[in-house]
Structures are given as C-alpha cells and as structure tokens.
C-alpha cells in the first residue's frame, strides 16, 4: 500500500487536466487541486499508522496487510470492521469527500468471487480483485452519458457515447465521453461502464463494454468544473473556507479520444447482458451503498456538534423549539448509523463464502439520505438564521487593528465565547451549506444513488425480487380471511348476537 507522498508523486503522470482553459501540468502544486490530493494523501498515510492499523486494515487472503473494505467479507464481523475502517478514513474529511479510494472499492472486492460473471475476461477480474487489494487505487468511476438528446434511442447518440471504435489483437480502441468524474485529476485509473446499454441498431454493441483506464493514458482528457478550492484560495483564507480549500472534489467530464484499451483491462466486451447485470448481479448496489451510508453518518456526527456549538454560542440552545430542532438532527444521525449496523448485522449470502451488506436496508439509505440532508440545511438556516451572514469577509478583517475592536465588542458570543471563536464556527457552517462548495455539496447528496424516482423504484423492484412484496401482502390477506359477509370465520372471536344486531339496525 502506498503512502501519501506515493501517492502524491504517482499523480504526477503526464496526465491532461483542463480547468479554465489551461491545461494543469502538476495537480499536486495547482491551487485548483493540490490540498485535495493532500486530503487524500492523509488516507493513504493513515493505513501506516500504528495507531490506526488495527481499524484500517486486515490480512488479505492473498498474504499481505490491506484496507478491510478492498477485501471481501466473509461474515457479519467482517463486515462491521468494513464499516468502522470506511468511518475512521471519512473522518478524516468531516463527511465531506463521498469518492474517497474506499468507494471504488464497492466494485474492486467483488471482483474475486464473482469473477465467474465476467464471461471471458474472469482472469482480469481476478487479477483487479488482487490488484486493488495490494495498491489500494484511487479509481474515479463514470458509468453516466451526457445529458445529449436523452429522449433519443442511444443509436441516434452513437457518436457522443463511450463505444468501442477498433478492435485489436491487443486490445480495443475506444471513443465518447462520459460524466460525473468526481475527483477524477487526483485519481489513478477510471472505471467506465454504463446503464442500461443496448443494442445500437444492426447488430451493434459496442456501447456494451466495461473497462478501467489509467488517467494518464494517450488520448484520455479530464475537462474540470470550476474549482472551490482555487475560488477559496483567492477569495479568502483557511479560516474563511475551512472545506472549500481541501475537502473540493472536483467534478469533471471524462473524453476518451481513440484511447487504447489493453484486453487485461477489459471486462466484458460486445455482451450487454453482462454490461447491463453488473450493478444489481456482482453486489456493487449492496457494497456503495454500505460506504455512502457510512460516510454520510459521520457526516451527520460532524453536523450536529456544528448545530450544538452554534446554538451554545448565540445563547438559544436553552430555547425548547431550537432544542426540538437538535434533537430531530440527532435522529437523523441515529437513523443511519442504525442502518449501517443493519446493513452488517444482516447480511445477504454471495459466492464462494462471502457476504454482502443487506441490500432492503440499502434502499432506506438510497432513498431518505436526499431528503434528510436539505431537510438539515434548512434547519440550520432556521436555527442559526442570520448569524451565518452576519459576519465580517474575512480572516484578514480580524487583523485590522483599527477595526478589531469593534468585531470583539459586536460579534462575540454568549457565555464568554469571543468573536474569533464565534465567526470561525459560523464560517464554518457556512462552507457546509451556504458557499459553492455547499452547494454542490447539497447537489451531490441528493443525487448520491441516482435519480429520485429511480432510487425508489429499485426499492420496489428489489423488493419484487426478493418476494418481500408477496409477503406483505400475504399479511393483509391474513387479515382479510379472519372474517366474511357473515361474520368471523374464527371461533377466536365472538359474533354479534341478534340482539346487538337488531339494537345496530
């Protein structure tokens, strides 16, 4: 496993990320991107700390020491370890950086036992299964098309979609674009798949492949959203923007120009049967959402002691309704806790000796985690009001010497807490919610698993599949043949004498 300054040296690769026109020759020292590839390196550093290596990692069943969730569980107890290694790297970030290397690695683990699905490429998956767990990649994914034409048939797209160009005695020539690649500058390799391939017309499909590519190969470009981190790095100061300046994940767009594919990265090619089963058949729905559930819970750690120091600090947390509103955000905390440990406590059988974290309890997570996050946001917006615009534009006002004096006087808090204290606690709130980095903070959590109506249409898919819905119903009809036009059909219960009937006519 590498370390984070391997990590930071592996990304200086020759790779060709674009942000406002330019390309960025080194994103380790570009200020759009190079104290987020400093966040990351913290992870990697992590897994070599003494401290942290007995919640961290585990032995590989390959020999060596990797992170528990790059390997594949095999019980319950494997499982919990999974969760509590994801929360403590997630920690690192407050919450606030979802792709993390552990998030990849949702697809990497279930290489090995379901390997066999891989029809003709089973090796390559074995290989990336034993790959992942002994480097522990940074892997970006994008498996989403441009938002081109969607009401289209995908032929009518053919030219803007990821699709297979040539095919070579060693390898595969590929074309398109593909989004959301989320952290992609600061990662090693993207995994590119796709929803829902089809046919293309006549015969074609070569839009039904699945691959991973390194971020430096020839012909591959990253086309970068604005950076928060730069914004954050002129517009103010670590005090100003505490997330912003290191927590950014950029998103990106990922073009593949003719970009060569080696067969041993390949994992399904022309087959969309398998391009298609991937998500719902190889346990990569019941293992994201097992780390996305995680992160966001300790997300919801760091929120609430956000609201609780706010609240202590403008002197209201005594007030009964600001009290009501803490403890509904400390329910939500709880709630998904409560689910991950559901998630693992429960799990599902897989292949070949492994378990998977239980995808029923899955859904809740997929569905309530967009809701319940704007629903904070709007607490603290109601709560905390307007202290979060109340305040002075920056660090560097503080070292006004004329000015000082009035921000200690007019903008301390309740109980002795002083301005400094206080306005760094409110800017902070305020690059959770409030900034662009807030913003697309917020974006990102409601739209974390998908769509919103997708989200809770696979609820009811899976539970069709699973027979859970027949069960339910199954229930009701217990209830329904407990009695007829007659009266009960049960000698349990006691039916009207004629007496009572006639007093109720």
């Known amino acids: 496993m590498m370390d984070g300054k391997q990590y930071l040296d592996s990304l200086k690769d020759g790779r060709a990320i674009y942000l406002n026109g330019e390309k960025v020759d080194d994103v380790t020292t570009h200020p759009a991107y190079r ?3 400093r966040s990351i390196a913290k ?3 992590a897994l070599h700390d003494p401290a942290k290596e007995a919640i961290l990692t585990t032995k590989s069943e390959f020999g060596f020491r990797t992170h528990k969730f790059f390997k594949a569980s ?3 107890e494997e499982l919990l370890g999974a969760r509590d290694a994801m929360a403590e790297w997630t920690k690192l970030s407050y919450g606030f950086m979802g792709r993390t290397p552990d998030y990849k690695a949702a697809f990497t683990a279930s290489l090995g036992p379901y390997a066999y699905f891989y029809k003709g490429f089973e090796d390559n998956a074995r290989r990336w299964y034993k790959k992942a767990q002994q480097e522990i990649p940074f892997c970006n994914h994008t498996i989403v098309n441009p938002q081109l034409d969607r009401d289209q048939p995908l032929h009518k797209n053919k030219e803007v979609f990821v699709r297979a160009v040539e095919e070579r005695d060693d390898g595969v020539i590929v074309s398109g674009a593909k989004m959301v690649g989320t952290s992609a500058a600061l990662t090693h390799y993207n995994f590119v798949a796709n929803y829902s391939p089809q046919d293309l017309g006549e015969g074609d499909k070569s839009h039904a492949l699945i691959f991973f590519v390194p971020m430096n190969a020839p012909g591959l470009k990253v086309i970068s959203r604005q950076s928060y981190e730069e914004t954050a790095a002129i517009m103010g100061t670590p005090f100003d923007y505490p997330l912003s300046s290191r927590f950014d994940e950029n998103d990106a767009v990922i073009v593949l120009d003719n970009v060569f594919i080696p067969w041993e990265d390949v994992l399904t090619y022309n087959n969309v049967d398998i391009a298609n089963g991937f998500r719902p058949k190889t346990g990569w729905l019941n293992r994201y959402t097992f780390q996305g559930c995680t992160r966001f819970a300790v997300k919801l750690d760091f929120m609430v002691g956000l609201l609780l120091k706010a609240t202590e600090m403008a002197g209201t947390n005594k007030f009964r309704g600001v009290q009501a509103n803490i403890g509904e955000v400390i329910s939500y905390r709880n709630m998904f806790w409560a689910i991950s440990e559901a998630m693992a ?3 599902e059988t897989g292949p070949n000796g ?9 859904t809740a997570y997929r569905t309530f985690a967009p809701s319940v996050w704007p ?3 709007q607490i603290f917006e109601q709560v905390v009001a307007g202290g979060l615009i109340q305040l002075p534009s920056s660090a560097k006002d503080f070292q006004n010497l004329e000015l000082r004096p009035y921000l200690d006087h007019y ?4 109980g002795g807490v002083s301005a400094e204290e206080r306005v760094k606690v409110l800017k902070l709130i305020w690059d959770a919610i409030g900034t662009e980095f807030g913003g697309r903070n917020e974006l990102y959590e409601i739209n974390y698993a998908g769509n919103h109506e997708g989200i809770r249409l696979d609820a009811l898919k899976m539970a069709d599949n699973s027979g859970q819905t027949a069960k339910y119903k199954a229930f009701v009809e217990q209830a329904l043949s407990d009695y007829d036009l007659t ?7 006691i039916n009207p004498d004629k007496h009572q009937e006639k007093v109720f006519n």
């Open 35 to 37: 104290n987020a590839a």
């Open 43 to 45: 992870l990697y550093d």
């Open 74 to 76: 095999t019980s319950s």
């Open 345 to 347: 406590a429960n799990p």
């Open 354 to 362: 492994v378990v998977l974290p239980n995808a029923t309890y899955a």
């Open 375 to 377: 629903k904070i946001k």
């Open 411 to 414: 903008y301390k808090g309740s």
């Open 487 to 493: 009266g009960w059909t049960s000698d349990t219960w």
